[in-house]
């Protein structure tokens, strides 16, 4: 019996590197606007993923892929621009131990998003950890 699903050691290995960014982040931004500080990280973000595509041999043509993905990708990526920029600035301005965590609200409107619009199941361990992160990000962000 495998302890961890894939899925799972990938998701605890986003949170690693997740909190490694915030961390690394903060530093980067000391002596920087918080913009220019994303374009500069977003261009080695870019050259890391055509590295490992490449590497991988992951290439398709982008004529192969349809429309819905291209359209929902680029939302995703306006998304993440716009939540990277918000990001750098919130860290620049307050403590990463403050900011971080109003930040992981994501993981609640992610739950939402997917009960609306994905038909995800709405159970009491879904509303009791999504509650937990409410919980905990008011009292880290208030007190």
Same mark, same amino acid.
């Given at each position: 019996?495998?302890? #961890?699903?894939?899925? +799972? *050691?990938?998701? =605890? &290995?986003? @949170?690693?590197? @997740?909190?490694? /960014?915030?961390?690394?982040?903060?530093?980067?931004?000391? %002596?920087? %606007?918080?913009?220019? !500080? /994303?374009? *500069?990280? /977003?261009? #080695?973000?870019?050259?890391?993923? /055509?590295?490992?595509? &490449?590497?991988?041999? $992951?290439?398709?043509?982008?004529?192969?892929?349809?429309?819905?993905?291209?359209?929902?990708? =680029?939302?995703?990526? =306006?998304?993440?621009?716009?939540?990277?920029?918000?990001?750098?600035? !919130?860290? +620049?301005?307050?403590?990463?131990?403050?900011? @971080?965590?109003?930040?992981?609200?994501?993981?609640?409107? !992610?739950?939402? #998003?997917?009960?609306?619009?994905?038909? $995800?199941?709405?159970?009491? +361990?879904?509303?009791?950890? &999504?509650?937990?992160?409410?919980? &905990? !990000?008011?009292?880290?962000?208030?007190?």
């Amino acid at each position: 019996m495998k302890l #961890f699903s894939n899925w +799972q *050691i990938y998701a =605890l &290995g986003s @949170a690693f590197f @997740a909190g490694l /960014t915030v961390l690394f982040g903060k530093i980067g931004v000391m %002596n920087i %606007n918080s913009n220019l !500080a /994303t374009l *500069i990280r /977003t261009i #080695f973000i870019i050259a890391m993923i /055509t590295m490992i595509v &490449g590497w991988r041999n $992951e290439w398709q043509k982008p004529q192969s892929i349809d429309m819905k993905t291209w359209v929902f990708l =680029l939302l995703s990526g =306006l998304a993440t621009g716009l939540s990277w920029l918000c990001y750098y600035r !919130a860290i +620049q301005m307050g403590p990463i131990s403050k900011v @971080a965590p109003v930040d992981k609200l994501s993981v609640v409107l !992610a739950i939402v #998003f997917g009960i609306i619009f994905l038909g $995800e199941k709405f159970t009491w +361990q879904v509303f009791l950890g &999504g509650g937990l992160v409410i919980i &905990g !990000a008011i009292i880290i962000s208030l007190f």
